[in-house]
């Protein structure tokens, strides 16, 4: 909380008494705190040290101040002016060097008097958890006040009598309520991750921290920014959460690009739309209900590429790729993914976004879910006109399990970025007929 504040009042310090380049000093205090922000900079750390991160602290400032000296260059055209800029940018990098050794002394110090401290609960009963929580004890420089030990039952006989043991694994959300806990570290709990990952993603757990000991923590990732409570390697979880400013980006993007993709495409789907009437006959659009985020239903708009008997066929027929009700044009449409196009104004509505897991009827949705325990997780983010699955070459006759495991690493590892490139391949995939 403290460290975004001091790094751009840091950083704009000389704006006040050089007053020629204060625009520029100000515009490159706000690209080095996106930058810091981008390379998790600004996220909570058990062990503080502003040695630690001073590699990427001096290289992100570097590239903020690149990035606006090209500005200032193209602008004033003056090798003075440049030389001048890039010399306050250095007075200001220092000061934001120096005002992130107070930060860390200033927590460092609320934490060593208790001032700053979360409730922690460790999973676990094993030789790394009794560590854990024999340094949290020792050392309140780490901010965590240890609560006790969760265990489950098969290792509950291996803790001391003195050892807090407060539950059961099985018992953890009404335990973590009482003990008003704020952080959870997973330790050596024995217990297999099939029976982990429901936990850590259950909506209820999302107000708490959560952190692990890597297995091999011998050879834990030395990438990015490590952390480590004593000579113990900890990471933090990342949870996916499209809320807030992420969810706000994600459905602008929609409506932006749906309403532009509708515009620029409208002379294929009037094509699309003429070919499927002189097909078929009346009815070129095909109403069918699918379900969405949080398990709600909606109907999804597609252009109809054969017609089924009845309801009922189809809500519960699988594939219809090789039917022979499937005209030339049906075909078509279905192999090139232009059937899908009308999805567009589905988008346009907020029924679905245009990156997400791909959208499937109720009757399947119960099928898959009591099959494949995974595949009720999809539903934690909007459904999509195209997948990272679906980009993957899951589609059509493809294992569930395999389309649940990729529609959850994409939920789980969301980012703008990933969003284009799912998108750049759908249009590949397109393009080369990829369809079903």
């Not at 480590?228 to 990471?235: R, S, T």
């Amino acid at each position: 909380m403290m460290s975004l504040p001091v790094d751009l009042a840091a950083f704009s310090l000389p704006a006040f008494w050089y007053l020629d380049h204060w625009k520029s000093i100000i515009v490159a205090a706000g690209v080095s705190a996106m930058l810091f922000a981008s390379g998790g900079l600004y996220r909570a750390r058990r062990h503080l040290s502003i040695l630690d991160e001073l590699p990427t602290l001096i290289g992100r400032m570097l590239v903020a101040a690149a990035l606006v000296s090209i500005a200032v260059a193209a602008r004033h055209l003056s090798v003075e002016d440049i030389a001048s800029f890039l010399r306050f940018v250095s007075v200001s990098a220092a000061l934001v060097l120096v005002g992130r050794a107070f930060t860390y002394a200033s927590v460092r110090f609320a934490r060593r008097r208790r001032w700053v401290e979360h409730s922690a609960i460790i999973l676990g009963g094993g030789p790394v958890a009794i560590e854990l929580a024999r340094l949290l004890r020792r050392y309140p420089q780490y901010g965590l006040r240890f609560a006790g030990f969760v265990d489950v039952e098969t290792t509950t006989h291996e803790l001391k009598e003195s050892t807090p043991l407060i539950g059961l694994f099985d018992d953890l959300e009404e335990i973590a309520k009482m003990v008003d806990c704020d952080v959870i570290i997973i330790a050596d709990i024995d217990c297999p991750e099939s029976q982990l990952l429901p936990v850590a993603r259950s909506p209820l757990m999302a107000n708490y921290d959560l952190w692990m000991v890597p297995r091999l923590r011998d050879f834990a990732s030395q990438g990015g920014n490590p952390d480590h409570i004593g000579a113990i390697p900890v990471v933090r979880v990342r949870r996916p959460t499209l809320s807030g400013p992420k969810w706000f980006v994600k459905r602008a993007s929609d409506i932006v690009l749906s309403s532009i993709a509708l515009v620029l495409l409208s002379p294929i789907l009037l094509l699309c739309a003429i070919a499927v009437r002189l097909e078929g006959g009346p009815g070129i659009f095909f109403h069918q209900q699918r379900i969405g985020r949080y398990g709600k239903p909606f109907h999804l708009i597609k252009f109809r590429s054969m017609r089924p008997v009845n309801e009922t066929e189809s809500q519960t027929n699988w594939s219809v790729a090789h039917d022979p009700r499937v005209g030339p044009v049906g075909r078509f449409i279905r192999r090139t993914s232009l059937d899908e196009l009308p999805q567009l104004w589905n988008i346009l509505r907020g029924d679905m976004t245009i990156v997400g897991p791909r959208p499937e009827r109720p009757y399947f949705v119960d099928q898959f879910s009591a099959e494949h325990p995974d595949y009720a997780m999809r539903h934690r983010v909007p459904v999509g006109l195209t997948g990272l699955a679906q980009v993957s070459g899951l589609r059509g006759d493809t294992p569930i399990s395999d389309r649940a495991r990729f529609d959850n690493y994409y939920i789980e590892n969301w980012s703008i970025w990933l969003d284009a490139k799912v998108v750049l391949r759908t249009v590949s995939e397109v393009f080369r007929g990829g369809g079903r």
